[in-house]
C-alpha cells in the first residue's frame, strides 16, 4: 500500500535532461549549498500534488516541464507537469514494466485526479479525517504529503507539526490514522455555526407558534374536559345521525311511493288526453259523414223535383230547350243515372258511419277508464303528500337540539384538542432546538493504544542509533502529533535536536505504518536534517554529542537501512566515502571540472526539437 520513487527528471527543449534516480530504500544525495538539493525536494513535493510555482533561478532557466516515475506492485507510474504549474498529466505502464525483448511496455493515461490516486494506492481512500470538529473529508494527498516530506525550515521550526489555526484538526487527524490504521468515521461531529444559526430560527419560530396556540386556549381549559365535552358532542351528533336515518328510511319510502304514483299518474293522464283526442276526431268524421248524407239528399232531392217539370221553351224568346243543353241531358233516364249514384255514395257513407260508431264507443270507453284513473292516482297522491308533510313535520319535532350548533361545537372542541396536542409537540420540539442551539464541547482523545508507544520505541532506537545514546525514553503525544523525548517535549529542545528528533519520528511512523498496514505514501524526503546540528556558527547550544560522532552515525544507520519503506536525504555534511560507497550517494561536486556540478547539468545545447509538436513521449526514455 506505498509506492517507491523511481526517477525525477526536469526537460527543456534544446537542453540536456536533469535527471536523479532514486534507491529502492534510501537514497543520499549530498553537495554543498546551491547545488539544487532543496530544489529536488520541492520538485518531489510538487510532482506529488503540491500547488504554487517552483522558483527559478539561472540552472533552471529554459527547463519547463517536470516528470517523476514511482511504482506501486508491478505497476509504474509517471507523473508530467509544467514547471509553471497547472494540471498533472498521470500515466501507468498496467502490464510488467518490462518484457521479454528488455522494452518498456507502453504508458496509457490515468483518468484520476493524482491527489486521489495516492490516496487510494497508499490505502487511505475511503478514509474520513477531521477537518474541523463540525465536518468530516476524505484525506488528501496533501495529508499524505505533510508526513512524509520534511522541509529543512520545517524542521527546525518551533511550530508545532500539526499547524496552526484552519487545518491543525485535519492533520492531527490524519496523523492519528497513519499511527492507528483508524480514520474519524465514528467520530461524533459538533454541530456548525450555520447549524446553530438554523436551530436558533427554527427554535424562535416554534416558540412563537405555542404562544400563539396557547393564546387561543381558554385560560380555564384543559385537554381531559375538552375531550369529554366533544364526546358529549359526538353522541348527540350519533342520536342525530341516527334520527336522521330513521327519517331518512321513511321519507325515502314514501317518496318512492310518490315518485311512482306520479309515474303513474302521468301514463294515466297521456292515456286520457289520448282518448280524448281520437274521440273527438272521430266525433267530427261523424259530422263529416253526416253532412256529406245531407248533401247528397239535398241533390237527390233537386234532380227529382227537375224530373217532375216539364219542358218549355224559352219564355224570353221562345226558343225550344233542346237548343239550350246537352239533349243527352234531357233523356229520362239521365237524372235517374245521377240519382242512382248518389243513393249508392249515401249507402256507402251510411256504412262508414256505421263502422265508426264502435271506435266511438272504445274511445268512450277509454276515456272512462282513464279519467277513473287519473281521479284515483291524484287522490292517493295527495294523500301520499300529506304523509310526507307529517313525517317531515314530526322528524322536526325530533330534534331536540340544532345541528349547525352541534357541528360548530364540533369544530371548536376539536381545534382545541388539535392546540393541546401541537402545544406538547412544540414543547418537545422546543427542548430538541434548545439542545441543538448549544452543545457540550469535550475534548476528542485519540484511542491509539499502543501504536504510539511502538512509534516512540521504533523513533528511541533510531535516535541510539544516531548517537543520542542518552536518551532513555521516547513516546508520541497523539495530540500534539509529536514526540515526548525523556519527559520533555521535542519542541523544547535546540533547533538541530529538533529536525533530527522530527526526522525520525517521521522515519518511525512510516516503518510503523507500513508494517501495521496501515495508509502511508511509504516515502520519506528530509531536505538537511543534519545540517542545523553541524553548523558551527549557530546559536544552538544544545548540542550535547559532537556534531561529527552525529553525522557518522546517521550516516552509518542510513547504509543499513532495508525498509520497510523508502528514504531520501538531500544533506550538506559531508560522508566518509567508504560510506557513501555503501549508500551509493549521489554527490554534487559544485565545481564542473569533476564529478557532477549539481542537479542541472552544465549548459551544453544539444540538437534543437522537431518542429511539430511534441505529446510527450520522448520522456518515456527516462522509465
Known amino acids: 500500500m506505498a509506492i517507491t520513487l523511481k526517477h525525477l527528471s526536469v526537460h527543456g527543449p534544446g537542453l540536456l535532461p536533469a535527471v536523479v534516480s532514486f534507491g529502492g530504500h534510501r537514497t543520499l544525495i549530498r553537495g554543498p549549498s546551491e547545488t539544487g538539493k532543496s530544489h529536488i525536494w520541492d520538485c518531489i513535493w510538487f510532482l506529488l500534488g503540491g500547488t504554487g510555482t517552483l522558483e527559478q533561478f539561472p540552472e533552471s532557466e529554459g527547463y519547463d516541464s517536470l516528470e517523476l516515475a514511482f511504482l506501486h506492485d508491478e505497476h509504474e507510474y509517471l507523473v ?3 514547471m509553471a504549474g497547472g494540471a498533472a498529466r498521470v500515466l501507468v505502464r498496467l502490464d510488467e514494466i518490462w518484457v521479454a525483448d528488455g522494452a518498456p511496455n507502453p504508458l496509457e493515461d490515468v483518468a484520476q485526479d493524482l491527489g486521489e490516486l495516492l490516496v487510494k494506492l497508499t490505502g487511505a481512500e475511503g478514509k474520513k479525517v477531521l477537518r474541523t470538529r463540525s465536518e468530516k473529508g476524505a484525506i488528501t494527498g496533501d495529508d499524505l504529503r505533510h508526513w512524509a516530506l520534511l522541509s529543512q525550515p520545517g524542521m527546525i521550526s518551533r511550530d508545532a507539526t500539526k499547524g496552526k489555526g484552519h487545518g491543525s484538526d485535519r492533520r492531527v487527524s490524519s496523523y492519528s490514522l497513519f499511527l492507528s490504521g483508524l480514520d474519524d468515521s465514528a467520530v461524533e461531529l459538533y454541530k456548525s455555526n450555520s447549524i446553530k444559526d438554523q436551530a436558533k430560527g427554527k427554535l424562535a419560530a416554534a416558540e412563537s407558534e ?14 381531559a374536559s375538552i375531550v369529554a365535552a366533544l364526546a358529549q358532542v359526538n353522541e348527540r351528533l350519533d342520536m342525530f345521525a341516527t334520527q336522521f336515518h330513521a327519517r331518512s328510511s321513511v321519507l325515502k319510502e314514501l317518496r318512492q311511493k310518490i315518485a311512482a304514483e306520479g309515474d303513474a299518474l302521468t301514463t294515466a293522464s297521456t292515456q286520457l288526453a289520448s282518448a280524448t283526442s281520437m274521440h273527438e276526431r272521430f266525433a267530427l268524421l261523424d259530422l263529416k259523414y253526416s253532412s256529406d248524407l245531407a248533401r247528397l239528399g239535398a241533390t237527390d232531392e233537386g234532380i227529382a223535383f227537375f224530373q217532375a217539370l216539364e219542358e218549355t221553351p224559352c219564355p224570353l224568346c221562345g226558343t225550344p230547350v233542346e237548343q239550350h243543353v246537352d239533349p243527352g241531358n234531357l233523356k229520362s233516364k239521365a237524372p235517374t243515372r245521377y240519382r242512382d249514384a248518389i243513393a249508392a255514395e249515401a249507402e256507402k257513407i251510411r256504412e262508414l258511419r256505421r263502422g265508426l260508431q264502435p271506435s266511438l264507443a272504445h274511445e268512450m270507453a277509454r276515456i272512462a277508464t282513464a279519467t277513473a284513473d287519473v281521479q284515483h292516482l291524484t287522490a292517493s297522491l295527495e294523500v301520499l303528500e ?3 308533510t307529517w313525517a317531515l313535520r314530526a322528524a322536526g319535532q325530533e330534534f331536540d337540539a340544532d345541528p349547525r350548533e352541534l357541528a360548530e361545537s364540533h369544530t371548536r372542541f376539536s381545534s382545541l384538542i388539535d392546540a393541546f396536542d401541537e402545544v406538547d409537540r412544540l414543547k418537545g420540539e422546543i427542548a430538541r432546538l434548545e439542545q441543538e442551539t448549544k452543545q457540550k464541547r469535550t475534548a476528542l482523545v485519540r484511542n491509539v493504544g499502543a501504536h504510539g508507544d511502538e512509534v516512540g520505541a521504533i523513533a528511541r532506537q533510531m535516535l541510539n542509533d544516531w548517537g543520542f545514546t542518552s536518551i532513555k525514553s521516547v513516546y508520541v503525544d497523539p495530540a500534539a502529533c509529536d514526540l515526548v523525548i525523556d519527559g520533555r517535549r521535542r519542541l523544547s529542545y535546540g533547533a538541530g535536536k529538533r529536525g533530527l528528533f522530527l526526522s525520525a519520528m517521521t522515519i518511525a511512523l512510516m516503518q510503523h505504518a507500513l508494517k501495521e498496514g496501515h495508509p502511508h505514501l511509504g516515502v520519506v524526503a528530509l531536505d538537511s536534517p543534519l545540517k542545523s546540528y553541524a553548523q558551527k556558527d549557530s546559536a544552538d547550544t544544545d548540542r550535547d554529542i559532537p556534531p561529527a560522532t552525529v553525522n ?3 550516516y552509518g544507520w542510513l547504509s543499513r537501512f ?8 538531500l544533506e550538506n555534511e559531508a560522508v566518509d566515502p567508504a560510506t557513501a560507497r555503501a549508500l551509493n550517494a549521489i554527490e554534487f561536486t559544485d565545481d564542473n571540472t569533476r564529478g557532477r556540478q549539481g542537479f542541472y547539468p552544465p549548459r551544453t545545447v544539444i540538437a534543437p526539437p522537431p518542429a511539430s509538436a511534441s505529446d510527450g513521449t520522448e520522456l518515456d526514455d527516462f522509465a
Not at 532495508?562 to 536525504?569: H, T
Request: proline content about 6%; hydrophobic content about 30%; cysteine-free.
Open 80 to 82: 508530467r507537469k509544467a
Open 210 to 223: 405555542m404562544a400563539r396556540l396557547e393564546g387561543g386556549i381558554p385560560d380555564d381549559t384543559d385537554r
Open 562 to 569: 532495508k525498509g520497510p519503506g523508502q528514504i531520501i536525504v
Open 552 to 554: 557518522a552515525s546517521f
Open 386 to 388: 300529506e304523509k310526507e
